[in-house]
């Protein structure tokens, strides 16, 4: 499987096969009715001139199947940045071949590089296999914080109020 696997850093082209992917995610977690988004904002997220996200895509024989879509973000204890690993994902075909493990740990050698103190992300707490995985490649599972979350239309609210 490794000889024909390549994990490499998403190029403008990729974006319609990063967001069929982002699709497929969707579609394994039962939230296609979530995705509102398209491939032309994908990549001016990607690519614009404000570049907001980056993305390793895992091709296997030429194919597409397996993508992860990152950002940096901050600690103020550690006083360094962080990466945020929005969604990791891999065919279901393609599964428990190790392309998940190669897109993890390019990540990690991007935040080793970028002189990162945190890799973070978080996984749903039906999904057991992947949080068996994720432990397997030296994660903790944090119990005791929460997701904090404003949608689009409570932000319009929000930032409407007087302070």
């Not at 907001?52 to 397996?66: D, H, N, P, Q, T």
């Not at 392309?99 to 935040?111: N, P, R, T, V, Y």
């Not at 103190?117 to 068996?132: F, H, K």
Request: net charge negative; aromatic share 12%; charged share 25%.
């Amino acid at each position: 499987m490794t000889n024909n696997l390549i994990v490499r850093c998403a190029e403008p082209d990729d974006s319609k096969a990063l967001f069929e992917l982002i699709q497929g995610l969707a579609e394994y977690e039962k939230l296609s009715h979530a995705v509102t988004g398209n491939a032309l904002a994908l990549h001016e997220h990607l690519f614009g001139s404000k570049r907001y996200i980056e993305a390793l895509l895992a091709e296997y024989s030429g194919k597409a199947v397996g993508f992860a879509l990152f950002f940096h973000n901050y600690s103020t204890f550690l006083t360094k940045p962080g990466i945020y690993l929005e969604d990791l994902f891999v065919l279901p075909e393609y599964r428990r071949q190790g392309i998940g493990k190669a897109l993890l740990i390019k990540l990690a050698q991007i935040a080793v590089e970028r002189e990162c103190g945190r890799l973070e992300w978080t996984v749903l707490d039906w999904n057991e296999s992947a949080q068996a995985f994720y432990r397997s490649m030296g994660a903790s599972i944090l119990d005791d914080w929460r997701i904090c979350r404003v949608t689009e239309e409570a932000i319009g609210q929000l930032a409407a109020k007087e302070s």
